[in-house]
Structures are given as structure tokens and as C-alpha cells.
């Protein structure tokens, strides 16, 4: 999902346009200061939630398959001692460490579009889990709502100080209702203080994944689920949660 503008103002840009989603850190923070140990990070990305992870000491092992996301994480590399960063699919990766939890936040899980990435990429957490590891997940269960298909509508102009340009930013979604997969294609059109204009895009694809099909994914891979929220400030599951997130042991 990551081209190489956009990964300069993704931090940005979620702080702008999706606020709900930033107290996520605090609920991240909550669940890792119980963790005595290394924890994974799947789909760590900017480093968003690694970077005050790590500001409460707690080992982290990024990992992501974007270098481009991953390059702005290792920006911070010389201040952590305790950040290990990985370039790897998560539905397929062999590392030698054993962790006592993982966090998937921030819908990074329904990047993967099958059902053999999904179960492929659990197992794979799974073993390389301590015996009574958790896993934490937060899921988007909303990702088809609304029209089907949606053009080039204006989201926002503001400025950015990561570019020093103001941004209009555009999107556009096609839906497939079949695969409950949405893709979208956004575009962002950038005029520095010169008046000099600059045009990039940024391409996103989603799946969805509700309540029933996430608890059988999730049994079906080995994991006990211990908590299930309906937002980070802990409420429960509603047909408005925007967020659902779960806490599962390794069986
Ligand atoms: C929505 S971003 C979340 C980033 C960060 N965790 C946050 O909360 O801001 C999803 C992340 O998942 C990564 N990603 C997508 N598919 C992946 C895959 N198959 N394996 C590893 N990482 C993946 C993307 O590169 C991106 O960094």
C-alpha cells in the first residue's frame, strides 16, 4: 500500500482523517506494558504504534513487506536499542526468535485477500508464539459498507509541515461484494509555497472480515480468544463498532 510519498504523510494523514483510530497507541500501550518480553509487531509499517511502544520500553520486532513504510521506522533505529526491524510477508515468515505476544493493529490483517494468507499467516504466528502467547488484533468489520463503487471524491486540503506543501487529496473505491474486498485508488495533489505542483497515488486494498469469520479463523489456527472489544477505550462489540479487537492466547 505504500508508494513512496505517501509514506512520508501516512502519519499525518491518520491524524487528520482518522482520529478515532489514534487512540489505538493508548490501548496498544495498556496491553504491551503487561508483556515482560519481545513482542512482534505485524504490519508495524511507519512505526506508529512501535515508537511509543518502545518510549515505554518495550522490545519490539517490527515487521512489514514495505520497505518504503519500513524505511521511515528505521529513521528512529539509533534510539532504540530494543527495535528489530524485519522486511517480511506476513503470511509467510520463518524467524529463530519466539515472542510472548503479537499486536496486528490497525486492519494491517485484512491487507490479505485469501482465506489460505489469512489462516497461512495465524499459523505462522502461532509457532512462533510462547506457549500462552497472546495475540492481539484489531479488525475493521466495515470495510464494504456504504455505495459500491465511489469516484474521485475531494476528502480533504490542508497543509502538510512533513512535505511543506498543501495537500488535496482525492479517493476513489471500487467494491468486489463476492470476495467483501475493497480497493481503493487515491490521489493526492500537492502545491509547494512556489506554487509548484506535484501529483502522487496511493493504492489500498481491503478485506473484510466479520465477528463469526474471525472467531473460526482464529480457533481453526490454534488460538483461544480471552477478550473481544468494540473499541480501544474497551466497550463492547456494537453494530456501530468501528473497531474490534481481539485478545487471543496461543492454545
Ligand atoms: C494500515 S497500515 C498499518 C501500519 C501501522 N501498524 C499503523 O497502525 O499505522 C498496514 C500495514 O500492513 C503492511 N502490510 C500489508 N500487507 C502486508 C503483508 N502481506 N505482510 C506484511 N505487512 C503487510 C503495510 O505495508 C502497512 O504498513
Not at 504466528?125 to 465511489?150: R, S, W
Amino acid at each position: 500500500m505504500f508508494k513512496k510519498d505517501f509514506a512520508k504523510i501516512y502519519d499525518w494523514e491518520i491524524s487528520l482523517m482518522n482520529k478515532q483510530q489514534t487512540r489505538d497507541i493508548a490501548f496498544w500501550g495498556d496491553f504491551a506494558s503487561s508483556i515482560d518480553g519481545q513482542i512482534l509487531e505485524i504490519g508495524a509499517g511507519t512505526g506508529r504504534i512501535t515508537i511509543p511502544l518502545l518510549e515505554q520500553k518495550n522490545k519490539i520486532f517490527a515487521l512489514d513487506n514495505s520497505d518504503l513504510a519500513l524505511n521511515q521506522l528505521r529513521k528512529h533505529q539509533d534510539k532504540y536499542p530494543f527495535l528489530k526491524i524485519v522486511k517480511a510477508d506476513m503470511s509467510n515468515f520463518n524467524l529463530s526468535n519466539r515472542f510472548k505476544a503479537t499486536i496486528i493493529g490497525y486492519s494491517s490483517f485484512q491487507h490479505l485477500e485469501t482465506l489460505e494468507e489469512e489462516l497461512s499467516c495465524l499459523k505462522t504466528i502461532h509457532k512462533h508464539l510462547e506457549t500462552g502467547g497472546l495475540l492481539g488484533i484489531d479488525i475493521n468489520p466495515v470495510i464494504c459498507d456504504g455505495q459500491e463503487e465511489l469516484q474521485k471524491a475531494h476528502l480533504y486540503t490542508e497543509f502538510c509541515p512533513q512535505t511543506e506543501s498543501v495537500i488535496s487529496m482525492y479517493t476513489s473505491y471500487k467494491t468486489d461484494l463476492i470476495q467483501k474486498i475493497r480497493t481503493w485508488n487515491d490521489l493526492y495533489i500537492s502545491i509547494d509555497p512556489k506554487g509548484r505542483q506535484e501529483q502522487f497515488t496511493n493504492k489500498i486494498i481491503l478485506k473484510e472480515c466479520n465477528l463469526d469469520y474471525m472467531r473460526l479463523l482464529l480457533s481453526d489456527t490454534g488460538f483461544e480468544i480471552v477478550e473481544v472489544y468494540g473499541s480501544f477505550d474497551k466497550t463492547l462489540i456494537s453494530q456501530y463498532s468501528q473497531n474490534i479487537i481481539y485478545i487471543c492466547r496461543k492454545k
